[in-house]
């Protein structure tokens, strides 16, 4: 009988059966002592060998002047020896690299650097985007070739924002930044891999940071977050200007510096809004770390406010993910400096499924994330925490081994004997849906395993195709939802 590995949910009916607290190994610096001063990283699979490498950047502004550009090849084993590879053509990159992140820009099926490049303060603004395009998997450990994305230098500070997504759902990704001075959401939307439209939007904060993408609404265009607001999408983006609307307009009084992450955390079907209050600078007072219930509609200041712990500051790193595979988003906070030292802390609150949270679990105390980031390393089926452990100064990378380990060998004819059937799994790009039973329509969203929803729609017919060609290499997850139930289905795109 043949069998299927692969990560089922029925989060109706079973999330107590699998739903187990996850145990993690001690911290790893993947740097191995080699990097000190960390101002951005990210992670993702860069040369195609099913593993996540972890890209260092460092400009040198606040770490002694020491630099890094550089990334680090996974072992087969997260426990083993990382190597390092240079990227190579740095020596336009100013001292301030404040954001960085992995996609595939030039859509030739591997992941692309994305950096932001400034002067962080001082007299002098200046600021630039590069695209480091990979070379490939048999040149990868070589030097990247780089496209500027600002054709001219932007006077701005301190670029410390950066999310990327299909804003104006053409099938090319577009770059979205925060600056700080002036404050403002800058977004190139991509032309070709090697030319970008500006827009600028005034943020109307003064030096303020904070910045999420997904969708929040049913119109299918991305929107954008910013410090208790929200902006919904036009219908051309490009041309059109972006609505201002609230989510919590009083947040920015308490603490004008936030890190924020959409996603569906109440399990209802619209992606809901996670904001923390990122630092003790600038306005930036104690506050709730707290998640805001999507109301449906666009009328009014109307999200729910669920706190989740009352009074915090400093937690700059605040993400979404399903830790502990019970099909819902948990929340991995990061605090990475404080005055009471027994606050720094990588910490994860679990969802209960209907997004009740109860005391944290302390991943790693003394340590926290700056810019963390969530990943499964190793492809086993579970999600792993990374980021530098403090800002810069002497900051190192390192990895948070989840344990859990949750990759089941499940008779596949007996899973799907009264369900649903998906093929070819691993997938090229192109997926067949056949369901057996469909009474009414089915709504299916793909997540990616950092818990972001990247395609959504309604599915009709016991026989469909899902075109998934435009995603770069990797797992997904596919859920399916009707009136009674749930599933979660794991894909991997190779």
Do not use: C
Not at 89 to 113: E, P, V, W, Y
Not at 242 to 247: E, F, G, R, S, V
Request: aromatic letters at 8%.
């Amino acid at each position: 009988m043949k069998k299927l590995s692969i990560l089922l949910f029925f989060v109706v009916y079973i999330n107590a059966v699998f739903a187990q607290n996850p145990q993690f190994a001690n911290a790893i610096d993947v740097a191995d002592g080699e990097v000190s001063g960390v101002s951005s990283l990210d992670a993702g699979d860069l040369n195609g060998d099913g593993l996540g490498d972890v890209i260092v950047i460092e400009g040198g502004k606040h770490a002694g002047g020491r630099k890094t550009f550089a990334w680090f090849e996974a072992p087969m084993s997260i426990q083993g020896s990382w190597i390092r590879h240079e990227f190579g053509n740095s020596s336009q990159l100013r001292s301030f690299l404040g954001s960085t992140k992995l996609a595939d820009i030039d859509k030739d099926g591997d992941l692309d650097l994305i950096v932001s490049s400034d002067n962080h303060s001082g007299d002098l603004k200046q600021a630039d985007l590069y695209v480091y395009i990979n070379p490939g998997s048999g040149a990868v450990t070589g030097t990247w070739s780089f496209i500027r994305v600002t054709p001219n230098t932007l006077p701005l500070h301190h670029i410390n924002d950066m999310e990327i997504s299909d804003l104006d759902i053409d099938g090319k990704l577009d770059i979205i930044v925060r600056s700080l001075e002036p404050n403002q959401i800058h977004i190139f939307f991509q032309n070709n891999s090697s030319s970008y439209t500006h827009k600028t939007i005034d943020t109307n904060i003064a030096e303020s940071e904070g910045l999420a993408v997904g969708f929040l609404d049913s119109d299918n265009l991305p929107d954008i977050t910013y410090t208790g607001h929200w902006l919904k999408s036009p219908v051309d983006p490009r041309t059109q200007s972006y609505t201002k609307l609230n989510i919590d307009s009083n947040y920015k009084n308490v603490n004008q510096n936030t890190k924020e992450a959409i996603g569906d955390i109440d399990g209802d079907g619209k992606n809901d809004v996670l904001i923390s209050p990122a630092e003790a600078f600038r306005n930036g007072g104690n506050n709730a770390l707290a998640w805001y219930k999507n109301p449906g509609n666009i009328a009014g200041d109307n999200w729910e406010k669920h706190i989740i712990l009352n009074t915090t500051n400093n937690t700059h790193t605040a993400k979404l993910g399903d830790l502990d595979n019970d099909g819902d988003l948990d929340v991995i906070t990061g605090i990475p400096w404080s005055n009471n030292v027994a606050s720094v802390s990588v910490r994860l609150y679990y969802n209960n499924g209907s997004g009740s949270f109860g005391t944290a679990q302390v991943i790693e105390s003394g340590k926290g994330l700056y810019s963390g980031v969530v990943y499964d390393l190793e492809g086993d089926g579970d999600i792993d925490i990374i980021g530098q452990n403090t800002y810069a100064n002497t900051s190192k990378p390192y990895v948070y081994e989840n344990l859990l380990n949750s990759t089941l060998e499940i008779d596949e004819e007996a899973l799907f004997a009264n369900s649903v059937l998906l093929y070819p799994n691993p997938t090229s790009g192109n997926i067949t849906l056949e369901i057996k039973e469909l009474e009414n329509e089915l709504l299916y969203k793909v997540f990616s395993i950092k818990g972001q929803v990247l395609k959504k729609g309604s599915i009709n017919s016991l026989i469909s195709h899902l075109n998934l060609t435009g995603l770069s290499n990797g797992y997904y997850f596919l859920q399916l939802t009707s009136e009674q139930q749930t599933k979660a289905i794991r894909i991997l795109k190779q």
